[in-house]
Structure formats: C-alpha cells, structure tokens
C-alpha cells in the first residue's frame, strides 16, 4: 500500500533533485561481452509474463526472450543476472544503471519514452474488465457510480482515471489482492491488462470477460538506457531475426498457452518481428 | 480444502524458498544490528563528551538520519548514488549500509540517554571512596548503564529485523517478497495461498523476535537484584 504511494510522490521529487546523469560511454555491447553475463529486469511476481515457479526458477513469456536473447548474444542462455524489479522502479533499475535491459512487461507510452528508449515490441495488449457471470458489465456505462477494482500505476488504473471519472476505482497493489477483491464482491468489476484477465478467467468459472478490448492498443516493448543506442540497435535487429524463425508464436505456445488455454487466440497477443498490426 | 490451500507449501521448493528468505533477512539484519550496537555506542558516547564540536557532529548526524524515512535512505545509495555518481553498489552492501546508519542513530541516542540518566551522585560516590575514573567507569557507571540500555536496545533489534521487509524497494528477495512470489504464482488457482503464506511469514516473525523479547525479560529479572 505504502510502496506504490511513496513511488509515485518521492521518486519524481528525487529524479528533479538530480537531474544531472553521466553520459553514457560507447561500447555497451563489449561491456556487456566482457562482462560475460547481460543483467536483465524481470519481474518475479507477475504469472505469465515474470514470475519465480516453486523450484525457484524464473518463468514466463518475457523470461522465455530473455533466454533467447543471452543465448544469441553470449552464446548461453544461462549468462543472464536476474534482477528482480516492482512495476514502479523499472525506469529507476535503467536510468541507475542496474540493469541492461527491462523484460518486464513494459507498456509503451509516450511518458515512458521520454526516459527509456523502447526496443520494436515483441506483445500487443488492451484492456479487458471482467465480472462476475451472474451480473456481467458488458458496457463501461453499467460502472457509472460502481467501484471498479485496479492495480495502482497501470494502464487501467491510468485509463479510468482520465477518460471516466464517474466511475470510482478502487486501488491495489497486488495482483493477487484484486482479483481476492473481485472474488469477495468489493466491486463490480475488475479492469487489468485483458491478457492477465484471460488467464485469470481460465482458472475461475463463474467469472466472465464482459469487455474483451477497451483503450487503445497498446504495445510492449524492451526497454534500455535512454542513449544506449547500441543495444537497442542489436534488440532491433533480434527481434527482426526472431520473427522470421515466428520466434514469438513458439514463446506463446510454451509460456501462455498452457494457462490461457485455447479460448484466446494467439494473434490477439503476440506480435512477431515487431510489426504491430 | 484445508489440505488443498495448505499445499501451497509442499509444491517444489516453496517451503525452502521462504527459508531462503528468512535468511536474506537475518543476514541482512544480524549484521546491521551488531555495527549498528558498535557504532551506536561510539557515537553515543561522543554525544556525551564535553567537546561541543563532536557533540554537534553527533547530534546533526543523529537528527538528519532519524528523521528521514529508510525508503528515503535506501533510494538514495542504491539510485541516486550510482545514477549520478556513478557509485554502483550491490543491493545488500545498501541494505546493511542504510540499516547501519538508522541503527546507530538510534542506538547511539540510547546510549546518551543511559550514560546521562545516572545521577551526579554515583560518580561523586566513587571519587569519595578513592576510585580512579576509569575504575568507576568499569565498576559503576557502565554496569548500571548496559542495565537501562538492554529493554531499548531489544525493542531496537526487533523493529530492525521488522524492517527488513522495505529492501523490496531495492529488489532484494527476502522473506516477504519470496512470500508475494508464492503467492502472486499459487494464487491464480489457490483462493486460500495468500492467508497461509502470510500467516506462516505472521508466525516466522514471531518465532524470531519473541525469544529475543524473552531474553531481554530474563535479563532484566537477573539483574534487578
């Protein structure tokens, strides 16, 4: 609760305080070589995208490039540092230089660009709300005046907020801590990126998505170092390559597929060689 | 049901994992609270000293590290350090670095407090019976001193160890994280994994705090004589 709040008042007071940012040297790409290992942002608690399994390894359709990318980069798709980011820190881990290279499900938005610099992306998303199948919100105007249960800082969250505000949103954190609110009838409905609220009604029966594809289109994308050109030009290039071999449609069928099932098609997800249709 | 909520904890590595993160967090935590009781007590001591210039330096360290927030802290060496200076630490070395420097603060303020607390008259006392003033340093004013210390310096350790839980904020995995981790990947078809982990990570913070809490009783009650 606390964290999402001092987030998003401390962090933009404390980026002004030091705006001030060392140049970025050439060469990333040797460093990282040199290195022998590339550090990757992933989150470690967001199924399917970045998640830790119950043997402790790293999973998900984002993990599933990033393995990709060590082994066409380093030759081993073992040579990566995970590093462990929140949603609210993923521009801090860049601009603080801790990580290389964000694979965490990073939604594009012009805001965002100002400080990173996104790859071509490799997932297209909208969002979904979904409600419980004995009282189904099939049209935004049936929440007017009704609580709809968000995660803090999303694009749902964001998206309400501006576009209708006569509908009152009810905050979370946690992933898990909404869905446990929609279970327990602390909302109407809830509103989340429709790729989560797919695999989420997979596991729930008697909960339905009502809305499928509200907002924009949005994409996602890897995200570097504002300025770190030369990484971005080789993930450019990669995800080109990887979309020839339809690299993403594989990463769909190993890392997506066994939890959305076969009710979402593929295509409504996946973007390959990242060309967005 | 039970059983099947209580599962949560016999998948793969879950039980060990969390293990693994209680002791992030008693790494974390034993080593700051052990510099911080070094450290406190030099500073400590200094706040005592009649030379003003160590006792401001003491006072304005003790002032501006206790009264920012540890988020404040822990953005500030482990971001800001490394964005703009280029100071890149590793995420632990900036755990025990920001829980050292409250720690001390705070300690260092219960030390003054012990050492000033004792009345004038102990230490007339010993010079009256011909003490020197290290002997009634060693055999006055310290023992009584670590006795006012010790419920402070336990209720210390255990609100450093309950803090822990903030160096999610610098991607550290320790016992509460690992423990979202769980249940963010078993709460997608398990209703009940949030209340069980969470009540397990309830229990384990309890398990450890408590027998210090016990010991700084069975201290107390040994010395009141």
């Known amino acids: 609760m606390l964290k999402a709040k001092i987030f998003r008042v401390l962090v933009p007071a404390l980026a002004l305080m030091f705006l001030a940012a060392p140049a970025l040297a050439a060469g990333e790409l040797a460093k990282i070589k040199e290195a022998g290992k590339i550090r990757i942002g992933v989150f470690s608690d967001k199924p399917p995208f970045g998640y830790v399994d119950e043997n402790g390894d790293h999973r998900g359709y984002d993990v599933y490039l990033a393995r990709r990318l060590a082994q066409d980069l380093l030759g081993d798709e073992n040579k990566i540092e995970f590093v462990l980011v929140e949603a609210a820190s993923r521009m801090e881990v860049l601009e603080s230089n801790k990580v290389d290279l964000i694979l965490a499900n990073f939604t594009v938005t012009p805001e965002r660009a100002q400080r990173v610099d996104f790859a071509k992306p490799y997932m297209k998303v909208a969002l979904g709300v979904v409600s419980p199948a004995n009282a189904p919100v099939t049209d935004v105007a049936q929440l007017r005046g009704q609580k709809l249960i968000v995660n803090k800082g999303t694009t749902a969250d964001i998206y309400f907020a501006e576009k209708h505000p006569e509908v009152n949103l009810l905050k979370y954190d946690q992933n898990t801590e909404a869905f446990n609110a929609l279970r327990d009838g602390r909302g109407a409905a809830l509103a989340h990126d429709n790729t989560l609220i797919f695999a989420w009604i997979n596991e729930n029966p008697g909960f339905v998505s009502g809305i499928s594809f509200l907002g924009n289109l949005d994409s996602i994308a890897p995200a570097v170092k504002k300025g770190n050109t030369e990484l971005l030009d080789w993930l450019n290039e990669e995800i080109v390559r990887l979309g020839q071999e339809n690299f993403f449609h594989k990463n769909y069928d190993a890392t997506l597929k066994p939890i959305y099932g076969d009710t979402v098609d593929p295509e409504t997800v996946v973007v390959e060689g990242g060309v967005l249709e | ?225």
Not at chain 2, 2 to 31: C, H, K, P
Not at chain 2, 41 to 57: D, E, S, Y
Not at chain 2, 140 to 163: C, E, F, H, Y
Request: with cysteine.
């Open chain 2, 1 to 225: 049901m039970l059983d099947s909520a209580l599962n949560v904890f016999r998948q793969g590595r879950n039980l060990a994992r969390l293990m693994e993160g209680l002791w992030v967090t008693l790494e974390i935590s034993a080593v700051s609270v052990l510099l911080s009781m070094l450290l406190g007590i030099v500073v400590g001591l200094l706040m005592t000293t009649r030379k003003p210039l160590w006792r401001a330096a003491a006072r304005l360290y003790l002032e501006l590290v206790r009264f920012v927030p540890i988020l404040v802290l822990l953005y500030i060496f482990y971001y800001t350090l490394s964005r703009n200076w280029g100071i890149n630490l590793e995420a632990k070395i900036v755990a025990v670095l920001v829980f050292t420097l409250w720690g001390t603060a705070e300690m260092a303020d219960l030390v003054r407090g012990a050492a000033t607390s004792l009345p004038a008259h102990q230490r007339e006392s010993g010079r009256a019976i011909g003490l020197t003033e290290s002997q009634i340093n060693r055999y006055v004013i310290i023992p009584q001193a670590v006795r006012r210390l010790i419920p402070g310096v336990i209720n210390l350790t255990t609100r450093m160890i309950k803090t822990t839980p903030f160096v999610f904020f610098i991607n550290v995995p320790e016992l509460t994280k690992v423990g979202q981790q769980i249940v963010e990947v078993a709460g997608m078809k398990n209703y009940m994994a949030s209340f069980w982990v969470y009540a397990f990570i309830f229990f384990i913070y309890f398990a450890v705090c408590y027998p210090i809490s016990r010991f700084s009783g069975f201290l107390e009650k040994k010395w009141e004589n």
